[in-house]
């Protein structure tokens, strides 16, 4: 019982580890795109760099795994 226990615990311990993050870089990509905002002519308003920025992740993230279509 205790063995089970450690082994479950282990393993609860390194699969968050195995498993690669959904969006790798995020944060990276995140923060590069708000200082190429700054660079953007004629300068942005506030509400514009926000969307400017959400655009420029979007584009610069992978996309999520597709689902793959149903055969009926």
């Known amino acids: 019982m205790k063995a089970m226990?450690?082994?479950?615990?282990?393993?609860?311990?390194?699969?968050?580890?195995?498993?690669?993050?959904?969006?790798?870089?995020?944060?990276?990509?995140?923060?590069?795109?708000?200082?190429?905002?700054?660079?953007?002519?004629?300068?942005l308003m506030r509400g514009e760099k926000e969307a400017w920025v959400a655009n420029c992740v979007a584009d610069h993230t992978p996309p999520l795994a597709t689902r793959k279509k149903k055969r009926y």
């Open 5 to 43: 226990v450690i082994g479950a615990s282990l393993a609860a311990l390194a699969l968050p580890s195995t498993t690669p993050p959904a969006l790798a870089g995020s944060d990276d990509v995140y923060f590069w795109c708000w200082k190429q905002a700054d660079y953007v002519r004629p300068v």
